[in-house]
């Protein structure tokens, strides 16, 4: 019997209504601000859908646009002034940055009460400490996911392949923060297979076309596949879809999984910033 499919796509439509009627309330517009350095092809079509889900909700939002070659500085006195706007809420910058800038300085410039993105070391740190509040937007729509599934999270094993701050380890904490029992795996990991085998919740997040295989699954999991990868033409996952779904109980489609759920945490995150909490 194949997996149950987790509609990412359904679930950010629901999403966005709730949104929308949390609006009504409101005596003012949220604002979100993103910033793309360069025109890296898929950065500028991440944004353009990012302004469309903007548009379903009803939120201000605005892309700042800055060359390729611009300098640390220039970049960082860009995001103070948007730090100081008050009809910008939320902002984030959109990553891959060009090589000559310091990722970690940017992100740093955002003040906490308007990072969208939830990536600012004071939030990640309240993480850490199971204080969340806004929290990583991948990761976020992952644990909405899993929660999609009704089994509970508790005392379950997640195993969490890939540790990368924006998904692996920020949803490891969150899964923490939920007592489940955490493995992360990684490229020094010894026998892989074993320990994905162990996983009752397995987050795949490496960027490695089909990597995850059946025989590498403990039947009944929920696999979350967090890849996107262009192969031929069409977009796969880093887990084998065809095979897996046939040993899972439940699992997340490529495209239309986490990808339709990262934007709509991105919505979520910036209306709590706009209402303070």
Known sequence: MSAELLNGSRLAQRVRSQIRKKLKKLTFTPGLAVVQVGTDPASTLYIKHKQRDCEKVHFHSEVHRLPADITQESLVQQIEMLNTRSDIHGMLVQMPLPDHIDNEAVI??????????GLNPVNLGNLLIN???VTPC????????????????????????GRSPLVGKPVGLMLLNRNATVTYCHS????????AQKADILVVAIGKSEFI?????????????????????RAVGDVKFEEVKEVAGFITPVPGGVGPMTRAMLLENTLKLAIGG
């Open 108 to 117: 740093d410039t955002i003040v906490p009460h308007k990072d969208a993105d």
């Open 131 to 133: 204080r969340e509040g």
């Open 138 to 161: 991948t990761p976020t729509g992952i644990i909405r996911l899993i929660e999609l599934t009704g089994e509970k999270i508790e005392g379950r094993h997640a195993v969490c392949i």
């Open 188 to 195: 020094r990991t010894v026998d892989l297979r074993v320990e």
């Open 213 to 233: 295989t059946a025989d590498m699954v403990k039947p009944g999991a929920t696999v979350i596949d967090v890849g996107i990868n262009h192969v031929d033409g």
